[in-house]
C-alpha cells in the first residue's frame, strides 16, 4: 500500500478564496482523523470520522471549516472562506480501530493563505 | 488537565549517547494504549513504538524502548547510542480504549538535537 495520501502537497492561495484538502486512507482502515499543526497551537485534531461517519467534529475551529468523507477511500477538509490564521500543515491519518494499530500519518498538506 | 504532557521542549545529547525524553500521561480509562511518533525537519510523523497498557514487559523497537512506569502514569522514549539523524521532534500520544474510533491525544512534542 503506498500509505495514506494527502494533495495538495503546498497550497498557496489569497485570502477568501476557497481552499481543498484531499486525502486518500490505507485501503481497510476504518478511522481517519484530520490534524492541524502549528508551532503556537502544536498538533490539533479538528475532526475524525469511522466507517465514513463524523464522529467528533468539535475541534473544527470555525463554521468556515467543514470535512466529508463520502466514501472509505477519500475525504476532504475545506475551508471556505480562507484566512491567514488558517495557515498550517493538515495532516491526515488513518488506522483500523479494532486492530489497535498505530495512527498512520499522510505526509501534509502545508497550506500558505497571504 | 492535560491528557498527554511533555515537559521537555527542548532536549540535546551528544552522538553515541543515549537520552530520554519523557511523557506523563493522565487517565482513568484501564485499557489504554501508548504510542510516539518522530517528525523530522521535512514534516513527516514517522511512528516509533507503542506501549499497551497491559503489556508486563516494555517496548522496544531497535535503538527504541518506551520505559513504561504504569503507577506513575509515565511513559518515557529511551533513544540509545544517538545518531544525527535522531535530530526531530518527538511526539507522545495516548488512545484510551474506550474512546470512539481511535482517537489519540498528543503532547507538544520535544526538540531533540543530536550534536556531533
Known amino acids: 500500500d503506498a500509505g495514506v495520501i494527502q494533495s495538495p502537497r503546498h497550497e498557496v492561495t489569497e485570502m477568501g478564496q476557497e481552499v481543498t484538502l484531499r486525502c486518500k486512507p490505507i485501503?481497510?482502515?476504518?478511522?481517519l482523523f484530520w490534524y492541524r499543526q502549528t508551532m503556537m497551537r502544536g498538533l490539533e485534531l479538528l475532526i475524525y470520522?469511522?466507517?465514513?461517519?463524523?464522529?467528533?467534529d468539535s475541534g473544527m475551529p470555525e463554521d468556515r471549516f467543514s470535512a466529508k468523507m463520502p466514501n472509505a477511500s477519500f475525504s476532504t477538509l475545506k475551508i471556505q472562506p480562507s484566512e491567514p490564521r488558517d495557515s498550517a500543515v493538515y495532516f491526515c491519518?488513518?488506522?483500523?480501530?479494532?486492530?489497535?494499530?498505530?495512527?498512520?500519518f499522510g505526509q501534509g498538506t502545508r497550506l500558505t493563505v497571504v | 488537565a492535560q491528557k498527554i504532557t511533555q515537559t521537555q521542549p527542548g532536549m540535546f545529547v551528544q552522538e553515541k549517547e543515549a537520552v530520554t525524553l519523557d511523557c506523563t500521561y493522565d487517565?482513568?480509562?484501564?485499557?489504554?494504549?501508548l504510542f510516539w511518533y518522530k517528525q523530522p525537519s521535512s514534516g513527516e510523523m514517522i511512528f516509533l513504538i507503542y506501549?499497551?497498557?497491559?503489556?508486563?514487559q516494555n517496548a522496544t523497537e531497535g535503538r527504541y524502548s518506551l520505559n513504561f512506569q504504569k503507577a506513575r502514569k509515565s511513559a518515557n522514549l529511551v533513544i540509545s547510542a544517538s545518531q544525527l539523524g535522531d535530530s526531530a521532534m518527538y511526539f507522545c500520544?495516548?488512545?484510551?480504549?474506550?474512546?470512539?474510533?481511535?482517537?489519540?491525544?498528543f503532547g507538544d512534542g520535544t526538540t531533540l538535537t543530536v550534536k556531533p
Open positions: 470520522f469511522n466507517n465514513n461517519v463524523p464522529i467528533d
Open positions: 500520544a495516548m488512545r484510551e480504549d474506550n474512546t470512539n474510533a481511535g482517537k489519540s491525544t
Open positions: 487517565t482513568s480509562d484501564p485499557s489504554y494504549g
Open positions: 491519518a488513518s488506522l483500523e480501530w479494532q486492530r489497535n494499530t498505530e495512527a498512520f
Open positions: 506501549q499497551g497498557s497491559y503489556d508486563q
Open positions: 485501503s481497510g482502515h476504518n478511522s
